[in-house]
């Protein structure tokens, strides 16, 4: 099969043969420079690692990272910028590089990125010098948040005639190569500071949410951090979201392995028997599709988890396939933090490696600690085995910094459990109740009612908890729990005394 030739601009790239020719005439570049260039390009926009660049450029060699610069440098000076001004190669923060436009083989059509890309265009400002520092600040910090998820590639501010001569959302996005937008505002009166944070999609201008922050110039940087963190919590599940609704709106017979994960999303969150097993079945083919994608992995067993901990349970084979799939996705995934708490979360959980799947969830929230999935698995683990009040603070962060979160009443569960564990029925009750009022269809949140109404002695409101339990989860019984108790330290054993006094069948 020959190797496809790539376009862009004016120029022609046969990595076959080695050459770029720009209209008619060959660039000199050398073989490195050809190396690195075929790579970018075959990447179709989407982010290519410094060490896979460094692999392609000096095979079998070992060489410092500063050689790659000096190359990208040398080949952005020989391919110069795109008509708009923008540069054709992009730094990714803590990453690598991309090619900012979607160069495809020759008569072949245009490729989307697997994962979605977000640009964070300069924050705006009034002006003056007190502000302007401010609003760069923000930017800064909001992309070294942004840039440790994996979900989505982020792209720095580009040349700023790109976001300030008027150009329009759709126009800023086509020139960046990017699927979304961030726009940072930021204004001073005084000694006080507003910044308003938009993020929009590039396909259509359609605003996706929009924020306030407010503080004052004396806490500056704790401000920054602030914003930095409520953004990259808030961004993940607005990106989430869209591009989950751009999966349902593609054909279905043209299906790559990362839509099949994002159709597979929204179904994790039901508890039909029925609907888990086709999720399970979606990112068992992401799985075949693409074994190097490792969120595919790491959900899959993820959704298995589900099954056993709100269903009538998993089979042996399904047990050992879910453990197979969290081992496979933490060894092809330890650099990815959200990959790593899934897989310590079914580690811990199924396989009842307590220690193991302690370290890895900590190590995963100590490298993204504002990942809205990464946070609660964190919590729901020392919830569950470790420590009991970092698990609650963690909840109590998450609730804070992603309000947004498709988990936001799991927080609020997590917050209610780990009240009851720690005896405080009371509070156990309220957190309950108030998770239920983001989500009744969510069976946990019931069972801890109901648990906590047991202890209390609140008869009525107990058996009328464990009704509506049985109503969302027919197969639930008290052997249930006390079949997953063993996996938990002693202190879960205050939870199935609590539902057992709340009448749950045996």
Known sequence: MAVARYTFGSFVLDPAAGTLIRDGEQVSLGQRGIALLAALLEANGEPVSKD??????????????????????ALRKA?????????????????????????????????????????????EGPGDAGSGYFAHGVTDGIIA?????????????QAAVIGHNGAGVQQIAASLGVRYLLRCTAQQVGDRLRVTVHLLDGSNAQELWVRRFDGTLGEVFDFEDRIAASVAGLVGPAISRAEIERARRKRPDNL???????????????????VWTEA???????????PHFVAGPAQAA?????????????????????LALANAAAEAGHDDPQVMAISAHILLLIGGERQRGLAMVHDAYASNPNNAVVMPLYAFCNVFVGDLEVGMQTFMRALEISPAAFMTYEYLEGISLA?????????????????????????????????????????????DAIKRLLALAPTHRLSHFERIEPRYE????????????????P
């Open 52 to 73: 896979d660049l460094l692999a392609r450029g000096w095979p079998g060699l070992i060489v410092e990272e500063a050689n790659l610069s000096v190359q990208v440098a």
């Open 79 to 123: 391919i110069g910028q795109a008509e708009n001004g923008a540069d054709w190669i992009a730094t990714v923060p803590r990453f690598g590089y991309r090619f900012l436009r979607q160069p495809t083989p020759k008569a072949a059509p245009p490729l989307e990125p697997l994962r979605p890309v977000l640009g964070v265009l300069p924050s």
């Open 145 to 157: 948040a942004l840039s440790r998820f994996r979900e989505f590639a982020v792209v720095a501010p």
């Open 256 to 274: 790559d392995a990362y839509d099949l994960y994002l159709r597979a999303l929204p179904l994790f969150r039901t508890i039909e028997p029925a």
């Open 280 to 290: 399970i079945r979606l990112l068992e083919e992401c799985v075949r599709l693409d």
């Open 302 to 322: 993820w959704a298995y988890e589900r099954k056993e901990t709100f269903g009538a349970g998993m089979s042996e084979s399904e047990r050992l396939r879910a």
């Open 419 to 463: 009240h009851l564990l720690k005896r405080e029925f009371e509070e156990a009750a309220q957190w309950a109740l108030r998770s239920i009022a983001v989500n009744a269809q969510w069976p946990a949140s019931w069972w801890n009612l109901a648990s906590a109404c047991g202890h209390l002695g609140r008869k009525g409101e107990a058996e």
């Open 490 to 505: 002693s202190r879960y054993k205050v939870f199935v005394e609590g539902i057992k006094k709340a009448g749950l069948p």
